[in-house]
Every structure is written in structure tokens, then in C-alpha cells.
């Protein structure tokens, strides 16, 4: 007797029926599906839709996006926690009478006591008067140093780093040393050299007629090397066919200069001007380093930073200080935008 063992058939599932729903959704195992009448049973591999989530991250995978917005974060992050989250705090802060620790809000008050500051606006004029002497001085002479710098045939690198040796050195060594060489008797370097034609020794920064001229001649011969480097790299750039052109037409060598590179210049020119109008605001360790908060001698060497510190730091008028601080960035603002106006209106 033969006996026949019955088997049990496959379960068959029609597509898109709610047991095929059950199994995709908790496993990605292979579901037999039922073909069209009269054709075979299939076995189709079935994966689980990705989600709105995965999907973003996939496209942006995809178009670069991801890996932008990750090389973005290096310096993204810093710019946020160094420098937008300070200005957004002091700005606040510079509506509230804190002294560091507790504090109210004040509005406009720290702001009006700022511009009725005698000592405020002297400040505002010592910074300037240093500045622009700075300015004065140091762009001609760096240029013409450039100049003749750009047109040597050979020890052009030589020269540039002895130019541009004393740059490397902080503002607060270059103040120590010259401290020496200004110092206020025949002992002092500059006194001692005028001593051999019959002057008396000059005071320097113990007088408070030449104390800020003192501190515009040491921060030109700081300075200056970077400048001149400035200046090399634009020289550099003006054509040498507009040289020729204007020595075919008889231009000698100074009114090519001035009619052919200075002209060429003009973009250095404004870098320069705009660049050390912000450094002159922004003085602050020479002038501490030599006069000290009180800016000695006189209160001559009392500039906008300095004044800022003694506000913040020597009687805790933290709101104070921060109103002064975007006072003087509006000022800085101003004064850009008044250079840029002008150079446009030249080009």
C-alpha cells in the first residue's frame, strides 16, 4: 500500500495586500508573490521605503551638500563663538549699567554719558592726531622705498627682509626699545647722537608736545616694512608696455611714476589708507606700554582703546565701555565708507 505524503503549499500573497505590508515593514526577507494567470510564481526581494529623513541625507550625499556644510563647520563654529556671540553680548551689555556681575537695563544712557566725556573726545583727538601723522608719514616713505626697491637688478630679497625685520617684532618689544632710544637725557640713543652737535637732550615721551610725535616715528619704523611689501607686490602689477608706451612719447622717469604707476595703483592706495585708518583706532599696547592707563604724559597718549580699557577694567563701567566700543566701530564704518566713496568716484 502506497502512501502519499500531502504537501503543504507556499503561501501566496497578492501584491500590495496587507500581509505583504506586515512582512516588508518588519523584514526585508523575500515574499512570494503571485504572477498573472497562467505564468510562474516569483520570489521578488523586498526593501523597506527610506524615510523623508534618510531621503534629505541620501540627496545630499549626492549633490556635495553634506560634505560642504561639514568643511563649513571649522570655521563656521569659531566665527560664532569668537566673534558674532561677543558683539551680540557687549552690544547688549552696553544698554545695562554691569559692572561685570550684575546689571540692569539702562537703554541709551551709557551712550549719552559717552558723548558728554571730555575725556572721550581727547581721546578721539590723540587717536587721530597719531594716526593721520602715521599716514603721513609712512605711506610716502614706504612707497618710495618700494619704488626703488622694485627697480633694483638684483638683493631685492635682501632688502625686503631687512625692511621687513622690524614688522615681526611685537608692538610691546618695539615700545621697550625705543623707550631706550627716546629716553629723556643725554643717555638715550637719539640724545646722545644729537649731543654731538651742541643740543640739549629733548624729552621724548616725557614731554607732552613730543610724546605722541615720538610714538608716530617708532610705530612708522615698525610698520613700514609691511607696507613696502604692500606696495612691491602692486608695483609688480602695473604693465611695463604702459612704461614703454609713455617713454616712446618722451615722459621722463619721474612723470612716468606719477602719471603711470601711482595711477596703477590706485587699489594698493586704498588698501593702504583703509588698513592703517583701522590699525590707528585700534592702538593700544605701544601707547599702554608707554604711558601706561592714565596715558602719561599729560593724558597725551590717551587713545579710544585705551580709554575703553580704563572704562572697563580700572572703575567696571562694563556697559560704559562697550557703548564707547561701538562707537568707535561706527566711527571705523564711516571712515571706510568715506574711502570707499572717494576711490570710486577717482576710478
Given at each position: 500500500?502506497?502512501?502519499?505524503?500531502?504537501?503543504?503549499?507556499?503561501?501566496?500573497?497578492?501584491?500590495?495586500?496587507?500581509?505583504?505590508?506586515?512582512?516588508?515593514?518588519?523584514?526585508?526577507?523575500?515574499?512570494?508573490?503571485?504572477?498573472?494567470?497562467?505564468?510562474?510564481?516569483?520570489?521578488?526581494?523586498?526593501?523597506?521605503?527610506p524615510s523623508a529623513r534618510g531621503a534629505r541625507v541620501a540627496r545630499w550625499r549626492a549633490n556635495g551638500a553634506?560634505?560642504?556644510?561639514?568643511?563649513?563647520?571649522?570655521?563656521?563654529?569659531?566665527?560664532?563663538?569668537?566673534?558674532?556671540?561677543?558683539?551680540?553680548?557687549?552690544?547688549?551689555?552696553?544698554?545695562?549699567?554691569?559692572?561685570?556681575?550684575?546689571?540692569?537695563?539702562?537703554?541709551?544712557?551709557?551712550?549719552?554719558?559717552?558723548?558728554?566725556?571730555?575725556?572721550?573726545?581727547?581721546?578721539?583727538?590723540?587717536?587721530?592726531?597719531?594716526?593721520?601723522?602715521?599716514?603721513?608719514?609712512?605711506?610716502?616713505?614706504?612707497?618710495?622705498?618700494?619704488?626703488?626697491?622694485?627697480?633694483?637688478?638684483?638683493?631685492?630679497?635682501?632688502?625686503?627682509?631687512?625692511?621687513?625685520?622690524?614688522?615681526?617684532?611685537?608692538?610691546?618689544?618695539?615700545?621697550?626699545?625705543?623707550?631706550?632710544?627716546?629716553?629723556?637725557?643725554?643717555?638715550?640713543?637719539?640724545?646722545?647722537?644729537?649731543?654731538l652737535f651742541g643740543v640739549e637732550p629733548l624729552k621724548f615721551f616725557a614731554d607732552p608736545a613730543l610724546a605722541?610725535?615720538?610714538?608716530?616715528?617708532?610705530?612708522?619704523?615698525?610698520?613700514?616694512?609691511?607696507?613696502?611689501?604692500?606696495?612691491?607686490?602692486?608695483?609688480?602689477?602695473?604693465?611695463?608696455e604702459l612704461h614703454e608706451a609713455a617713454a616712446c612719447d618722451g615722459a621722463g622717469t619721474i612723470r612716468r611714476?606719477?602719471?603711470?604707476?601711482?595711477?596703477?595703483?590706485?587699489?594698493?592706495?586704498?588698501?593702504?589708507?583703509?588698513?592703517?585708518?583701522?590699525?590707528?583706532?585700534?592702538?593700544?599696547?605701544?601707547?599702554?606700554?608707554?604711558?601706561?592707563?592714565?596715558?602719561?604724559?599729560?593724558?597725551?597718549?590717551?587713545?579710544?582703546?585705551?580709554?575703553?580699557?580704563?572704562?572697563?577694567?580700572?572703575?567696571?563701567?562694563?556697559?560704559?565701555?562697550?557703548?564707547?566700543?561701538?562707537?568707535?566701530?561706527?566711527?571705523?564704518?564711516?571712515?571706510?565708507?568715506?574711502?570707499?566713496?572717494?576711490?570710486?568716484?577717482?576710478?
Amino acid at each position: 500500500m502506497i502512501s502519499a505524503t500531502r504537501s503543504v503549499p507556499p503561501v501566496l500573497t497578492r501584491p500590495g495586500s496587507r500581509h505583504e505590508r506586515n512582512v516588508t515593514r518588519c523584514c526585508p526577507s523575500p515574499v512570494r508573490t503571485r504572477a498573472p494567470r497562467g505564468g510562474p510564481v516569483v520570489t521578488a526581494q523586498t526593501t523597506p521605503a527610506p524615510s523623508a529623513r534618510g531621503a534629505r541625507v541620501a540627496r545630499w550625499r549626492a549633490n556635495g551638500a553634506l560634505t560642504g556644510w561639514l568643511m563649513f563647520l571649522p570655521t563656521t563654529v569659531p566665527l560664532l563663538a569668537f566673534t558674532i556671540y561677543p558683539m551680540v553680548s557687549a552690544g547688549w551689555l552696553s544698554f545695562t549699567n554691569s559692572n561685570g556681575v550684575v546689571g540692569k537695563f539702562v537703554g541709551t544712557a551709557n551712550y549719552s554719558s559717552v558723548l558728554n566725556d571730555g575725556m572721550f573726545w581727547t581721546a578721539m583727538w590723540n587717536t587721530v592726531y597719531m594716526g593721520v601723522g602715521s599716514l603721513v608719514l609712512s605711506v610716502p616713505l614706504s612707497l618710495l622705498a618700494a619704488t626703488v626697491i622694485n627697480s633694483l637688478p638684483r638683493c631685492q630679497s635682501l632688502f625686503k627682509s631687512i625692511f621687513f625685520a622690524p614688522n615681526v617684532t611685537s608692538a610691546i618689544s618695539v615700545s621697550i626699545a625705543f623707550l631706550y632710544v627716546f629716553y629723556p637725557t643725554d643717555g638715550g640713543w637719539v640724545n646722545s647722537f644729537l649731543g654731538l652737535f651742541g643740543v640739549e637732550p629733548l624729552k621724548f615721551f616725557a614731554d607732552p608736545a613730543l610724546a605722541r610725535l615720538g610714538v608716530v616715528v617708532m610705530s612708522t619704523w615698525h610698520g613700514i616694512g609691511f607696507l613696502i611689501l604692500i606696495w612691491i607686490a602692486g608695483l609688480q602689477n602695473v604693465s611695463p608696455e604702459l612704461h614703454e608706451a609713455a617713454a616712446c612719447d618722451g615722459a621722463g622717469t619721474i612723470r612716468r611714476w606719477w602719471h603711470v604707476t601711482v595711477p596703477g595703483l590706485r587699489p594698493v592706495i586704498f588698501f593702504v589708507i583703509v588698513t592703517q585708518c583701522i590699525a590707528s583706532f585700534k592702538r593700544f599696547a605701544d601707547v599702554y606700554q608707554i604711558g601706561g592707563s592714565d596715558g602719561q604724559p599729560g593724558g597725551v597718549l590717551t587713545t579710544l582703546m585705551v580709554y575703553i580699557y580704563r572704562t572697563g577694567f580700572n572703575t567696571f563701567e562694563f556697559g560704559k565701555a562697550s557703548a564707547a566700543s561701538f562707537i568707535v566701530f561706527v566711527a571705523m564704518v564711516i571712515v571706510t565708507a568715506v574711502n570707499f566713496r572717494i576711490f570710486r568716484e577717482k576710478a
